[in-house]
């Protein structure tokens, strides 16, 4: 088994999960048959939430000595993406 699994399973289950809210599913403010009541500037929370999961996944990625350069140009790409989000001015 890949013994990068873990963090790649994480990764994946945030992304799905950013997705979802992002694009309305969740926060769109509309009660879903009683089940999920609306939750009051989740995107806001979401954006800054996976903001941090992942720079803190990245950082430990670039710092770790135990991943290959692969892993590391990911780590790179992800904060470039995330500092460009937020000097942008984030979602509206």
Known sequence: ????FPIRGIAVFVFAVAALALTGFISSGKDVAGLIRPIPNLQGLMQVGLSIVLT????FLILS???GPKDKHWAYATIGTILGFWLR???E
Not at 1 to 4: A, P, R, S
Not at 56 to 59: G, H, K, P, R
């Open 56 to 59: 803190i996944a990245s950082v």
């Open 1 to 4: 088994m890949n013994e990068n």
């Open 89 to 91: 001015g984030g979602v």
């Open 65 to 67: 000595k135990s991943y």
